[in-house]
């Protein structure tokens, strides 16, 4: 196996001078408040080793990468019906975006676009109030990375909730065609609070490892998911996880991966090791700039591709 402490050291030296690059998103007010001159890494094993560089400690909003948290959730919850409320196919759209939803009866096309996951989380709602839904979730994550101190940043949910007119499209629309079963708001109010949950890079890698070691946590011992959920959800953030960023993303980097408007890349190298990069300013589609060069340059020096 490489010196994987000395390819994340390597990586970070390579791409000190450019930390800053791309747009930090400012769509959510209090996302666009970040200092964009951040960068950190972390990768976990399957044989329980963490190595980490630059601002990996850092907690930072990973928005959309709760989707795949949420998705677990949802998964155990109603298993393989959720394919009735959601499809399994890339969108090539934007993710936030409407278009598809209404020739398609008001089913979005994946789980981690918005109106996917907004339609994960009415699922996972049921027979829940909207706070113990968040409660549920939070207790998860912690739970996933065997870390109490995750929480979720409440300015960060308040923002999104006073700016997410989009979101409020999307879910009107699905509940129009059914797809949405509790009250618009109360939906929301637990994806905006998802979305807020904040972690840093080596927390990420932790809650994600069962991923990569299929469907269990080697340092914790949990039992999450089984191995085949663990390859679905997998293929997934692999087709999926950067909306239209996604065929870019398999071709650079090769991975099941999952990205977020806070600059956060969340990635699986199955059999091997979960990966997190974090840089706050995005590319044009609204995924981490310099998280996805991070990630290109780890899969080239390892080996780690899935092709
Ligand atoms: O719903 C939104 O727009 C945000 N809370 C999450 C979007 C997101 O992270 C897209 N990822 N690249």
């Known amino acids: 196996m490489v010196d994987l402490q000395a390819v994340l050291d390597s990586i970070y030296k390579e791409l000190t001078p450019r930390i800053g690059e791309g747009k930090v998103a400012d769509y959510i007010p209090e996302l666009a408040k970040i200092d964009p001159n951040q960068f950190g890494m972390a990768v976990v094993t399957v044989d329980g ?44 759209s934007a993710f936030n975006s409407i278009v598809q939803l209404e020739h398609e009866h008001g089913i979005p096309r994946n789980p981690f676009i918005n109106a996917g996951a907004i339609a994960v989380t009415d699922v996972v709602m049921a ?6 839904a968040i409660g549920e979730l939070l207790r998860f994550v912690r739970y996933l990375a065997d870390d109490e101190s995750v929480t979720i940043d409440e300015k960060v949910a308040r923002s999104e909730t006073q700016t997410g007119y989009r979101n409020f499209a999307l879910a009107n629309f699905m509940r129009a065609y059914k797809n949405i079963d509790h ?21 990420l890698a932790r809650a994600g490892l069962f991923l990569a070691a299929r469907g269990s946590n080697p340092m914790t011992g949990h039992s999450v998911v089984s191995p085949k959920r663990a390859r679905r959800i997998n293929a997934l953030m692999l087709t999926c996880g950067h909306y239209d960023g996604s065929g870019d ?32 300013g995005l590319n044009k589609v609204g995924n981490s700039q310099l998280g996805a060069v991070a990630l290109e340059m780890l899969a080239a020096r390892t080996g780690w591709s899935v092709f």
């Open 49 to 92: 080793k963490v190595y980490r560089a630059g601002d990996a400690d850092v907690p930072f909003s990973i928005q959309s990468i709760s989707k795949v948290f949420m998705l677990t959730l949802a998964l155990g919850k109603v298993g393989e019906g959720l394919w009735k409320r959601v499809g399994r196919e890339p969108s090539g």
């Open 127 to 132: 027979g829940h109030a909207p706070r113990e």
């Open 183 to 203: 009250p618009v708001e109360h939906v929301l109010g637990v994806y905006f609070h998802q979305c807020a949950l904040s972690m840093s890079c080596e927390q």
């Open 249 to 280: 993303f398999a071709y650079h980097v090769g991975l099941p991966g999952k990205s977020g408007v806070g600059g956060g890349i969340f990635a699986v190298a199955p059999g091997v090791a979960s990966i997190a990069a974090w840089s706050p």
